[in-house]
């Protein structure tokens, strides 16, 4: 398998892709194709892709459409999946490779892995499928994840790519990327979305598993480069929603001389991508915020000058 950061020629270039979607209208201006890489240098107590957080293929199993015919059993090559009680199966996440054998043989879909290896070509080619609707709506190409940005060469030729074929790009990323890096992915970058978890970098890493000094940096370097920039702002209720923290949040958006921002309220959708997976939901008591409570926090961010957007 080759790694796609030693590859000279962009046409042999491979990246781990957990989807590509098409005709999608929530990650940037028009109707867009989202490519989302695997692999986050975040780990977010509310990520709703929990299957973006590994660079590796993961097992997803759709308990619902298992109908307990034992088949995965013995095809496993790493024993990893055994007859349970009431003749039901049990994957042993430890000993899964995600290898795929279990999916070929089933006859319900009730196992699917999470992850491929694509070409630069197979990528670009379902992108440009769409190039009609880009250009009457003015829509583009999305590079998303998980982190795009923590498989940068292969990313960087995606830009180009779509760039000679008249494609806008943006770059939806969690900011946590080295300067160097960042400077070459931006060069062939029309807009950025980036998200600010959270001001400070104590909470910040308790709730993501990282500092935000690098992000904020690299926040401030691309407003004083003039690349136009969407900032987005999770709000996880008990974690990023104190009135300190829509404030200061408030202050920097300004402080970079921007007026948009775009909340995104957390929901639950996600919940059921941990279960297939094997994970334990880490916001098990959370709720999502009423319209009254979005409306509340949308009032104070609006009251600081902002043009506030609901995603």
Partial sequence: MANEESIANPSELKAWIFDIQRYSINDGPG????????????????C????????????????????????CVSVCPNE??????????????????????????????????????????EVIGVIKQDALFYRNSGGGMTASGGEAAAQPEFLVELLKRCRENGIHTTLDTTGYVSGDKLQQILEH?????????????VKHKEITGVDN??????????????????????????????DENIMATADFVLSLGLKRIDILPYHRMGMGKYERLGMEYPLPEVNPYSEEQLEKIRSKLESKGLEVRVA
Avoid at 112 to 118: A, E, P, R
Avoid at 190 to 201: M, T
Wanted: glycine share 4%; aromatic share 6%; hydrophobic share 35%.
């Fill in 31 to 46: 109707i867009r194709t989202t490519v989302f890489f695997k692999g986050c240098p975040l780990q977010c107590l509310w």
């Fill in 48 to 71: 709703d892709n929990p299957e973006s957080q590994s660079r590796l293929p993961q097992l997803f199993y759709f308990e619902s459409l298992c109908t307990r015919c034992q088949r």
């Fill in 80 to 121: 990893a999946i055994s007859a349970g009680p009431d003749e039901s199966v049990i994957t042993n996440r430890e000993l899964c490779k995600a290898c795929g054998a279990c999916t070929v043989i089933c006859p319900n879909d009730a196992r699917v892995i999470s992850g491929q290896l694509k070409t630069l070509d």
């Fill in 189 to 201: 970058t029309d807009l950025v979305l980036l998200d600010i978890k959270h001001i400070d970098p």
């Fill in 213 to 242: 000094t690098l992000i904020l940096e690299n926040a401030r370097n691309i407003a004083q480069s003039g690349k136009p920039m969407w900032i987005r702002y999770p709000l996880i209720p008990g974690h990023t929603d104190s």
